[in-house]
């Protein structure tokens, strides 16, 4: 594959109304690409008006809105009916609100149907599918850094009842990953069976970076976490109660890098079916533990007056935070071309799309 044309056919975008999927229309556009945008509800404004706003803004290329639940088989046939590539960025995520079982579903069982209308299709040549980087970590001591060769589920003897497929009805987290590695496993195999189409996956890790609509402040995100810092909430605190733990270490990727790389794997010559990029910091100084992060935030945001962060005492952080996970995104911009934006744009940028929106 080489750069899409616009002659080449359009782009499918599942999820395109999400935070990372609404940025990979606005990517896909920049390119002069068409783009079949695959929501749930044309008619829900809230969801849908920025993209067709981006496609009212876009230079000779458009975007065509289509409807698709990832639960109902044959939803996407129309829409992938014609594209060069399908881009799946969309999951029934619930953050935090779904049993382990409906996890899995709505992460896994439901993307056979995406897979089936991309077989139909006949003229997709690419299927890049946002995974996660929860299908690469597993237990590691502390400092180990991670790559694309990680598979949650790896080392499992060292850490007995972990990441297993008979774990998975029981715990949220490992229903999550599993479904996440078991999609990708599951779409590299029937891709290669096919012959027709490549399977290519992006993990990224903690995404943050500017919102577009109000909706993208997703409860349980990480930008909603950056937004509680914002507004003065030690993290983890939501309406006075703990809802996830006080402490951990920031490994943060722009929402806009994820977008991009879903496209530069559409379009890699280099990549191929199984191949995987980790979507993580570029660097160490997008690793961040909570109290870290909130100096930075600080330092960026001097007119507000309060940040929140963990339990500090003298300056120094009042519990040790476990050292992991640790990982970069060497291999998306060695191979595909990814250039990534610092730290600190990303901090900022995704501090303002608050104030834009009117959220600080
Ligand atoms: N954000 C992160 O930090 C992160 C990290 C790693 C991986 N990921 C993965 O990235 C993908 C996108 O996440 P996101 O952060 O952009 O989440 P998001 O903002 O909640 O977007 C999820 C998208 O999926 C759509 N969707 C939900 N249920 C659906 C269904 N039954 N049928 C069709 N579409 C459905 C949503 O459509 P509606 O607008 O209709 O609800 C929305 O467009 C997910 O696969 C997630 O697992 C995210």
């Given at each position: 594959?080489?750069?899409?044309?616009?002659?080449?056919?359009?782009?499918?975008?599942?999820?395109?109304?999400?935070?990372?999927?609404s940025?990979?229309?606005?990517?896909l556009?920049?390119?002069g690409?068409?783009?079949?945008?695959?929501?749930?509800?044309?008619?829900n404004?809230?969801k849908v008006?920025?993209?067709?706003?981006?496609?009212?803004?876009?230079h000779?290329c458009?975007?065509?809105?289509?409807?698709?639940?990832?639960?109902?088989?044959?939803?996407?046939?129309?829409a992938?009916?014609?594209?060069?590539?399908?881009?799946?960025?969309?999951?029934?995520?619930?953050?935090?609100?779904?049993?382990?079982?409906?996890?899995?579903?709505?992460?896994?069982t439901e993307?056979?149907?995406?897979?089936?209308?991309?077989k139909?299709?006949?003229?997709?040549?690419?299927?890049?599918?946002?995974?996660?980087?929860?299908?690469?970590a597993?237990?590691?001591?502390?400092?180990?850094?991670?790559?694309?060769?990680?598979?949650?589920?790896d080392?499992?003897?060292?850490?007995?009842g972990?990441?297993?497929?008979?774990?998975?009805?029981?715990?949220r987290?490992?229903?999550?990953?599993?479904a996440?590695?078991?999609?990708e496993?599951?779409i590299?195999k029937?891709?290669?069976?096919?012959?027709n189409?490549?399977?290519?996956?992006i993990?990224?890790?903690?995404?943050?970076?500017p919102?577009?609509?109000?909706?993208?402040?997703?409860?349980?995100s990480?930008?909603?976490?950056?937004?509680?810092?914002?507004?003065?909430n030690?993290?983890?605190?939501w309406?006075?109660?703990?809802?996830?733990?006080?402490?951990?270490?920031?490994?943060?990727?722009d929402?806009?890098?994820?977008?991009k790389a879903h496209?530069?794997?559409?379009?890699?010559?280099?990549?191929?079916n199984?191949?995987?990029?980790?979507?993580?910091?570029?660097?160490?100084?997008?690793?961040?533990?909570?109290?870290?992060?909130?100096?930075?935030l600080?330092?960026?945001?001097?007119d507000?007056?309060n940040?929140?962060g963990?339990?500090?005492?003298?300056g120094?952080?009042?519990?040790y935070?476990?050292?992991?996970p640790?990982?970069?995104?060497?291999?998306a911009?060695?191979?595909?071309?990814?250039?990534?934006?610092?730290?600190?744009?990303?901090?900022?940028?995704?501090?303002?799309?608050?104030?834009?929106i009117?959220?600080?």
């Amino acid at each position: 594959m080489s750069k899409i044309n616009k002659q080449d056919g359009p782009v499918a975008v599942t999820g395109a109304s999400g935070y990372i999927g609404s940025r990979i229309v606005e990517d896909l556009l920049g390119q002069g690409n068409d783009v079949h945008a695959c929501v749930r509800d044309a008619s829900n404004v809230k969801k849908v008006d920025h993209l067709v706003k981006l496609g009212k803004d876009a230079h000779n290329c458009d975007v065509q809105l289509y409807e698709g639940d990832l639960f109902e088989k044959g939803s996407y046939d129309d829409a992938f009916s014609g594209c060069i590539s399908v881009i799946h960025a969309g999951a029934t995520v619930g953050f935090n609100r779904e049993t382990p079982q409906e996890v899995y579903d709505g992460c896994f069982t439901e993307n056979e149907h995406v897979v089936e209308s991309v077989k139909k299709s006949g003229s997709v040549k690419r299927l890049v599918f946002t995974s996660s980087f929860a299908a690469v970590a597993h237990p590691r001591p502390e400092g180990y850094i991670f790559t694309e060769e990680d598979w949650c589920g790896d080392n499992v003897e060292a850490y007995k009842g972990a990441w297993t497929e008979e774990n998975i009805s029981k715990n949220r987290d490992i229903a999550y990953a599993m479904a996440k590695a078991n999609t990708e496993k599951m779409i590299y195999k029937i891709a290669e069976d096919d012959g027709n189409f490549e399977a290519i996956s992006i993990n990224p890790l903690h995404v943050i970076g500017p919102l577009m609509t109000e909706n993208h402040n997703q409860f349980f995100s990480w930008q909603f976490f950056i937004w509680q810092l914002l507004k003065g909430n030690n993290f983890g605190l939501w309406d006075g109660k703990q809802v996830r733990g006080d402490r951990m270490l920031w490994n943060m990727v722009d929402v806009r890098d994820v977008a991009k790389a879903h496209r530069l794997a559409a379009e890699s010559n280099i990549a191929k079916n199984g191949s995987r990029y980790i979507l993580s910091a570029t660097d160490r100084s997008g690793e961040k533990f909570t109290w870290q992060l909130q100096a930075k935030l600080m330092e960026l945001f001097p007119d507000i007056e309060n940040i929140g962060g963990e339990m500090m005492d003298n300056g120094r952080p009042m519990k040790y935070t476990y050292d992991s996970p640790r990982s970069y995104c060497i291999k998306a911009t060695d191979e595909l071309g990814l250039s990534t934006y610092s730290i600190e744009d990303t901090l900022k940028d995704t501090g303002n799309s608050y104030i834009k929106i009117g959220l600080l």
